[in-house]
T-cell receptor, first 113, second 113 residues
Framework: DQQVKQNSPSLSVQEGRISILNCDYT??????FLWYKKYPAEGPTFLIS?????DKNEDGRFTVFLNKSAKHLSLHIVPSQPGDSAVYFC????????????FGKGTKLTVNP | DTGVSQDPRHKITKRGQNVTFRCDPI?????LYWYRQTLGQGPEFLTY????????KSRLLSDRFSAERPKGSFSTLEIQRTEQGDSAMYLC???????????FGEGSRLTVL
């Protein structure tokens, strides 16, 4: 039972345009959401996060939006750069202090020059 | 380099053999995590330590798997009697807080023949 779903395995965008990566979750007990970026042969790197009490968090070119009623979050990258090409993982954590992160399968983003 | 380091980076073994992976976290981080990632999947939580105490374990961590963190510094993950299904990337991460912002190592890739 996949609790965090990234339904698009891949996404291709042109440099300078907006990249939108989507993530859906099924467990309403999740209260904290994160995005990680992974380059080949490297471990995942934390990118941005959002608490369930917020609906938006912005950090430079990266913005995460959370729609709790739809159990949906998205990561916007604008403008996209070739160096953003990587696999992006959505992750969620449960209420109650569990240290476990539940990850989606990832979306491979390719930004074309 | 003061990031999370893992050793070995690659391990090829025959089915039935035991293997051990080591993780050295960022020195000031008291939280240490092990995750497993298979092809096409996101990282899956295995276990978590706070200092030397193992506080959370996934049901994925069968009795063939054991993790330790003596003295609250480095950690080891041992897999006994390896099976082909154990083939995966084993990721270690550390964190100074409980916000889910993990610092991952580059991983140890296990191939069981």
């Amino acid at each position: 039972d996949q609790q965090v779903k990234q339904n698009s395995p891949s996404l291709s965008v042109q440099e300078g345009r907006i990249s939108i990566l989507n993530c859906d979750y099924t467990n309403s007990m999740f209260d904290y959401f994160l995005w990680y970026k992974k380059y080949p042969a490297e471990g995942p790197t934390f990118l941005i996060s959002i608490s369930s009490i917020k609906d938006k968090n912005e950090d430079g070119r990266f913005t995460v939006f959370l729609n709790k009623s739809a159990k949906h979050l998205s990561l916007h990258i604008v403008p996209s750069q070739p160096g953003d090409s990587a696999v992006y993982f959505c992750a969620a954590s449960l209420q109650g202090g569990s240290e476990k992160l539940v990850f989606g399968k990832g979306t491979k983003l390719t930004v074309n020059p | 380099d003061t990031g999370v380091s893992q050793d070995p980076r690659h391990k090829i073994t025959k089915r039935g053999q035991n293997v051990t992976f080591r993780c050295d976290p960022i020195s000031e981080h008291n939280r240490l995590y092990w995750y497993r990632q298979t092809l096409g999947q996101g990282p899956e939580f295995l276990t978590y330590f706070q200092n030397e105490a193992q506080l959370e374990k996934s049901r994925l961590l069968s009795d063939r798997f054991s993790a330790e963190r003596p003295k609250g510094s480095f950690s080891t993950l041992e897999i006994q009697r390896t099976e082909q299904g154990d083939s995966a990337m084993y990721l270690c991460a550390s964190s100074p807080t409980n916000t889910g912002e993990l610092f991952f190592g580059e991983g140890s890739r296990l191939t069981v023949l």
